[in-house]
């Protein structure tokens, strides 16, 4: 396969055109907010680490642009934060701990001035131990946070400057799409958009589809590239942001990348895809076979070169799913564990156990279990 990375720098380098423009036109960007997540994970490849790098340097090295960057969930807050006190001086601005919140991004300009704030991504206990009080949700964070940023938006505003927000977090009314790690366990990872109607533009990171929430100035950009099923279709983007003296002039804007590929998802059994006729967008699989063939993944990449996943979608799946109605499932309940696990052989291979099969079951079960008698008194 392809590496992804390669098509991912491709996109970067068609928005590095867009700046140039821009700044051939005489409207050369003040900042570039970056709202999270920066690498799929907490310690990245170290070709990742070295093409942010090059990306960062394009921009704020060669284009003189600064750089306003917030770590997402994915991210380890720290390591992306690693200097960030030291460059700040050198037009990168990482908000990467709960101090630096408290220092903007200042942006002044013929068309007047504005404060760009950031809040690192951290778990609603990590905010309750800096805040030293109980915080659950990333709801009651955010309030907390933004509790305590408001006596400097206040001076913001009497000083005439704009406010801009990072933020990443599930805002509440955003629709999610499959790729995007669920921010915590529980439930309690909605923020409400009605706290962040005091900024005049929010950049929103987390969700990987470019969407609006509550209002045009509270957005994701969505992510660089389609990394889900349910992201097929979906365009890929980034928002220009033109912040005016009088409110009313203001201009936000979606302006798209052109990518060469588009994502499908295709679906049927494995020796029916690898007869289709080969195609070089990028394709998620979901196999209908019972068992997942052997390499799989590997055989399907010779048909599709840009195939990004393989899963399984056999035909009568689901019989034994959730969303199963409760009479049902509680029927499972009463059944003996051989024979829930034999039911799961058959849903899993297609075929159930053999009577050998069931006999040494019970048996290794019943051993089991006596065990586990003798060990809880
Ligand atoms: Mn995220």
Redo the contacts with the bound molecule.
């Keep these: 396969m392809k590496p992804l990375i390669d098509d991912q720098e491709a996109v970067l380098t068609q928005f590095l055109t867009d700046i140039d423009i821009q700044i051939a036109n005489g409207q050369k960007p003040d900042a570039l907010l970056v709202a ?2 920066v690498f799929d994970r907490s310690i990245p490849p170290e070709d990742a680490v070295r093409r942010l790098d090059r990306f960062l340097d394009e921009v704020i090295g060669r284009r003189g642009v600064s750089v306003a960057m917030i770590p ?3 991210d380890s807050a720290t390591r992306v934060g690693a200097n960030a006190t030291l460059l700040k001086n050198s037009g990168l601005r990482l908000f990467s701990s709960p101090e630096s919140m408290y220092e903007p991004l200042l942006i002044k300009s013929s068309s007047g001035s504005a404060a760009i704030y950031g809040i690192p ?1 951290l778990e609603p206990a990590e905010w309750g131990f800096y805040f030293k009080q109980t915080i659950t949700s990333h709801d009651a964070a955010l309030a907390a946070i933004l509790e305590s940023l408001k006596p400097q938006l206040t001076a913001d505003r009497a000083a005439g400057r704009r406010t801009v927000l990072l933020l ?1 977090a599930f805002v509440a009314g955003g629709q999610a799409s499959e790729s ?2 669920p ?1 915590s366990i529980g439930g309690s990872e909605l923020v409400a958009a009605e706290r962040l109607g005091e900024f005049d533009y929010v950049a929103l ?2 969700l990987h589809r470019p969407q609006r929430v509550a209002s045009d100035r509270i957005r994701y950009s969505g992510s660089l590239f389609p990394y889900s099923a349910s992201e097929a279709g979906s365009e890929k983007g980034y928002v220009a942001i033109e912040l005016h003296r009088d409110r009313d002039s203001d201009r936000i804007e979606f302006s798209s990348f052109k990518t060469e590929r588009s994502l499908r998802v295709l679906s049927g059994s494995f020796a029916e895809l690898l007869k289709t006729p080969s195609f070089d967008d990028y394709v998620i699989v979901e196999l209908t076979d019972s068992i997942l063939p052997f390499e799989a993944f590997r055989r399907l990449t010779t048909v599709f070169p840009h195939l990004l996943h393989v899963g399984r979608r056999p035909a009568d799946f689901a019989t034994l799913g959730s969303n199963q109605p409760l009479a049902l499932r509680s029927r499972h309940e009463e059944r003996a564990d051989h024979e829930v696990i034999g039911d799961f052989l058959k849903e899993a291979t297609g075929d159930g156990c053999s009577d050998e099969e069931r006999e040494w079951l019970i048996s290794e079960l019943s051993q089991f279990l006596n065990k586990e008698k003798e060990r809880v008194p």
């Design positions: 999270g997540d997402g969930n994915h991504y990443h995007e790690r921010l990171g987390h």
